[in-house]
């Protein structure tokens, strides 16, 4: 299974951005989808996840109400609509997919993508 982020970009506070990924090499019907991001000096903390069947969604209560996460089942694609960016939201984004929802567990990470709000 391969990922591949994109759509990062330099952007100012409240402006959007996109972030996509790619995903290829696997059968994606039975997969949950997430996205991650890693600020300088942090963590990689959740952002939002997505069944690939179903299309149901979580979001984390940080960007909860203004990204939004989606997906393309005919182009094995899935996104990140990220609205009303914040100087907080500066990290680099990565994708990841994995099993088990609610509570997945992700096996196959993506090189990130970098986001970088300036204030």
């Known amino acids: 299974v391969q990922l591949q982020a994109s759509g990062g970009g330099l952007v100012q506070a409240g402006d959007s951005l996109r972030l996509s990924c790619a995903t290829s090499g696997g059968t994606f019907g039975s997969y949950i989808m997430g996205w991650f991001r890693q600020a300088p000096g942090k963590e990689r903390e959740f952002v939002a996840a997505i069944r690939w069947s179903g299309g149901d969604t979580d979001v984390d209560e940080t960007v909860k109400g203004r990204f939004i996460v989606s997906r393309d089942n005919a182009k094995n694609m899935m996104y990140l609509q990220m609205n009303r960016l914040k100087a907080e939201d500066t990290g680099v984004y990565y994708c990841?997919?994995?099993?088990?929802?609610?509570?997945?567990?992700?096996?196959?990470w993506g090189q990130g993508t970098l986001v970088t709000v300036s204030s």
């Open positions: 990841a997919a994995g099993y088990g929802w609610p509570s997945p567990m992700y096996y196959y």
